[in-house]
């Protein structure tokens, strides 16, 4: 059974920090992995999918990672802002691709 | 422009009631899902319908019962409505055939309260 986690669940730090959000999932067959945002009392926002046959992606200032033999993703935020404030979740395809396993989330917070 | 829209936002209601939550999706998918994320923000797959067929009910109470009279639409109705049901359902929706990149989009949620 898949399983994600991500780590740390939550972080804060000063605007203009670069940072990493961590992803790790059990099962390493896996088609793909994405990254969503979601804001307090909002519904998720598709950031970045990253395909198994890719490494890297990227869009802006993140950049998504993928390592599938060690089973983990990274999701890198350059020079980070208050509007990045976010919860971020990493989810992969199971059940034969045909649904989302989440991991827990990391709850962002960046400050003035 | 509103790709995965769900209505309503916000639901309250009393236990032992009966209600229902709407889903569209105007991206041509032929998928679509309910998802479940509970109090403590956990995101948990409950149904999800391929060209109207259920391929996915992941051990959900049969008070659940997902329609989807066609592809641009998947409705959530409940019955007997019970406290644990309080949470915010999501839609979303994919292509499932064809080549790709299969990224799922989501709706806005729906905030369910049962008093």
């Known amino acids: 059974k898949q399983e994600v986690t991500q780590i740390p669940a939550a972080l804060s730090v000063p605007e203009g920090e670069n940072l990493v959000l961590n992803c790790s999932f059990t099962?390493?067959?896996?088609?793909?992995l994405q990254w969503f945002r979601q804001d307090p009392g909002k519904g998720l926002t598709s950031l970045l999918l990253?395909?198994?046959?890719?490494r890297e992606q990227t869009s802006g200032r993140l950049n998504a990672s993928l390592d599938k033999s060690s089973g983990r993703s990274t999701l890198y935020i350059a020079a980070s802002q208050p509007g990045d404030s976010a919860t971020y979740l990493c989810?992969?395809?199971?059940?034969?691709?045909?649904?989302?396993?989440f991991g827990t989330g990391t709850q962002l917070k960046v400050e003035l | 422009d509103t790709a995965v829209s769900q209505t309503p936002k916000y639901l309250v209601t009393q236990m032992g009631n009966d209600k229902s939550i709407k889903c569209e999706q105007n991206?041509?998918?032929?998928?679509m899902y309910w998802y479940k994320q509970d109090s403590k923000k956990f995101l948990k797959i409950m149904f999800s319908y391929n060209n109207k067929e259920l391929i996915i009910n992941e051990t959900v109470p049969n008070r659940f019962s997902p329609k989807s009279p066609d592809k641009a639409h998947l409705n959530l109705h409940i019955n007997s409505l019970e406290l644990g049901d309080s949470a915010v359902y999501f839609c979303?929706?994919?292509?499932?055939?064809?080549?790709?990149?299969?990224?799922?989009?989501f709706g806005p949620g729906t905030r369910l309260t049962v008093t």
């Open positions: 991206l041509g998918h032929d998928t």
């Open positions: 099962d390493s067959a896996i088609y793909n």
């Open positions: 990253i395909q198994s046959s890719q």
């Open positions: 979303a929706s994919r292509q499932r055939q064809g080549s790709g990149p299969y990224e799922q989009y």
């Open positions: 989810a992969v395809p199971t059940g034969g691709g045909n649904k989302l396993t």
